[in-house]
């Protein structure tokens, strides 16, 4: 079956302006979570949306927002972006949610802010 | 707050040879652990689990240990083999509050 999608793969934004990341989970799960990894800090978690209810947040900036839609489909979005937002953005679902188990993740969202 | 650390950024090790990677945490509510492996240009993928009932889960050549009294796992991987070379990543999770953590990761290069 086919894996965790992520578009775009590859993005460049200036700051101030926002950004939509979108995730398309493996069909039939419906926990998808997302995550910013940069280097030394490791996969750092944003949130987790369940059946298009967000379940879980991490310590983010409001800034950061995510939703998720009746296919399972989630967006997050980052507004007014600034320098240190430039991160690899990935996203995983799960059958059941982020902390029951194995996680699936897609290739990633690259995003450079300039 | 980093609740999963990964003390050791990089790990060298002859091909061959034993890698051991290493993952302390600090939330006495974790209760399983999972080791992921990621490849640059691609997505973590799940390698081996852990639950807190055990002390130890092998997988072929991927064997975890966990010790739960000083809240410390290891991945060993015997023989360590060049396609190993890889940023593992360490990770935690507490099912009653609907959380899992990861680590920073450790990029263990495996020499021919």
């Known amino acids: 079956k086919a894996g965790v999608t992520q578009t775009p793969r590859y993005l460049i934004k200036t700051r101030g302006q926002q950004v939509t990341l979108s995730c398309s989970p493996i069909s039939g799960h419906r926990s998808v979570s997302w995550y910013q990894q940069t280097p030394g800090q490791g996969l750092q978690f944003l949130f987790e949306?369940?059946?298009?209810?967000?379940?879980n947040k991490g310590n983010f900036p409001g800034r950061f927002s995510g939703r998720q839609f009746s296919n399972s489909r989630s967006e997050m979005n980052v507004s007014t972006l600034e320098l240190g937002d430039s991160a690899l953005y990935l996203c995983?679902?799960?059958?059941?949610?982020?902390?029951?188990?194995?996680?699936?993740f897609g290739e990633g969202s690259r995003l450079t802010v300039l | 707050d980093q609740q999963v650390k990964q003390n050791s950024p990089s790990l060298s090790v002859q091909e061959g040879r034993i890698s051991i990677l290493n993952c302390d945490y600090t939330n006495s509510m974790f209760d399983y652990f999972l080791w992921y492996k990621k490849y640059p240009a691609e997505g973590p993928t799940f390698l081996i689990s852990?639950?807190?009932?055990?002390d130890k889960n092998e997988d072929g050549r991927f064997t975890v240990f966990l010790n739960k009294s000083a809240k410390h796992l290891s991945l060993h991987i015997v023989p360590s083999q060049p396609g190993d070379s890889a940023v593992y990543f360490c990770?935690?999770?507490?099912?009653?509050?609907?959380?899992?953590?990861f680590g920073a990761g450790t990029r263990l290069t495996v020499k021919p």
């Open positions: 949306y369940f059946s298009e209810t967000q379940r």
């Open positions: 990770a935690a999770s507490d099912p009653n509050n609907n959380d899992m953590r």
């Open positions: 995983a679902s799960s059958l059941s949610g982020s902390w029951a188990g194995e996680l699936f």
């Open positions: 852990i639950s807190s009932i055990k």
